[in-house]
């Protein structure tokens, strides 16, 4: 089952905070952020790890809440380039190898 | 390195064609798994592989084979192509899946067209 985002989209002004949120159903060990430009492949952002560390990259950063099974990404001062798709992604869990992402946030940042 | 690599980037086939896409490594990763992105479903997983000779299911393997002889190539089959898999196909790898902490490496997407 595919982590669930919120919200599905979101328009911003450049320097506007933003927040993503991913939800799951099972327990988690890892979560994945990663971004995708238009027509491009995703790129990974960070990882978090169960245990509740935390991992920044340039003006984003994000958190793991394990006993909610939650993540969030935070944007903040938001600048064009950090227009695109957004996919938080689920590790390995209960035996099984398979990296499963979430439906993903479309972020705009207009001038 | 050239990274993850992926023929064709574009594909134009009639129902009940076959083809295989091609992916290659090249960074000795022994994860690599493939992803079908449509609008509004993110990316979603197909199949996987942990190793040489291993491979497993993943979310959405109807319709679709694997294969991995070697570790730098992991191709994937469409037997009787379909205009549900009509989709943009992404292959990924990473040093090793089993940890859950390896980034994944993603390829440039094969756009595939299903009349």
């Known amino acids: 089952q595919q982590p669930v985002q919120s919200p599905q989209a979101v328009i911003l002004r450049e320097g506007e905070d933003a927040v993503i949120n991913c939800s799951s159903s099972k327990a988690l060990y890892s979560v994945h952020w990663y971004r995708q430009k238009h027509g491009e492949a995703p790129v990974f952002l960070m990882i978090l790890l169960k245990g509740g560390e935390q991992k920044g990259h340039e003006k984003i950063s994000a958190s793991f809440n394990e006993k909610k099974q939650q993540s969030s990404l935070y944007l903040t001062a938001s600048q064009l380039s950090y227009s695109g798709t957004y996919f938080c992604?689920?590790?390995?869990?209960?035996?099984?190898?398979?990296?499963?992402f979430g439906t993903g946030t479309r972020l705009k940042v207009l001038a | 390195n050239a990274g993850v690599t992926q023929t064709p980037k574009f594909q134009v086939l009639k129902t009940g064609q076959s083809m295989t896409l091609q992916c290659a490594q090249d960074?000795?990763?022994?994860?690599m798994s493939w992803y079908r992105q449509d609008p509004g479903m993110g990316l979603r997983l197909i199949h996987y592989?942990?190793?040489?000779?291993?491979?497993d299911q993943g979310e959405v393997p109807n319709g679709y084979n694997v294969s991995r002889s070697t570790t730098e190539d992991f191709p994937l089959r469409l037997l009787s192509a379909a205009p549900s898999q009509t989709s943009v196909y992404f292959c990924a790898s990473s040093l090793d899946g089993t940890s859950g902490i390896e980034t994944q490496y993603f390829g440039p997407g094969t756009r595939l067209l299903v009349l």
């Open positions: 960074m000795n990763h022994e994860y």
């Open positions: 592989s942990v190793g040489a000779g291993i491979t």
């Open positions: 992604g689920t590790g390995p869990t209960s035996g099984t190898y398979k990296y499963i």
